[in-house]
């Protein structure tokens, strides 16, 4: 059975950082696109950043409105995902979730975790 489960939200003041971790079971790790997604209430999950498998040579996304303060990054031998946010505005507010696609295109999320920016 695939698990994701999200760590590390919580309330920070604009210009802070957190790192969210993400760790996964069930699956093989080391072959999924990782990615972290945001919600608010009343709007469509967006997406913040993804990663491809290290195998594929594939190119790390981000949100426009991420760049240059979110990183994402892996640890296969860990089974887990991170995303690093710096500089974190008000507008990052949002319950932030772990996404996992395996080779067959199969989706899995973990229960999200929220991130309050706010002074």
């Known amino acids: 059975q695939v698990q994701l489960v999200e760590s590390g939200g919580g309330l920070v003041q604009p210009g802070g950082s957190l790192r969210l971790s993400c760790a996964g079971s069930g699956m093989i790790f080391s072959g999924c696109t990782m990615g972290w997604y945001r919600q608010v209430p009343g709007k469509q999950r967006e997406l913040v950043a993804t990663m491809p498998p290290f195998t594929t040579g594939g190119r790390i996304t981000y949100a426009d409105s991420v760049k240059g303060r979110f990183t994402i990054s892996r640890d296969n031998a860990k089974n887990t995902v991170y995303l690093q946010m710096n500089s974190l505005k008000p507008e990052d507010t949002a319950v932030y979730y772990c996404?996992?696609?395996?080779?067959?295109?199969?989706?899995?999320w973990g229960q999200g975790t929220q991130v309050t920016v706010s002074s």
């Open positions: 996404q996992a696609t395996n080779t067959g295109g199969l989706s899995y």
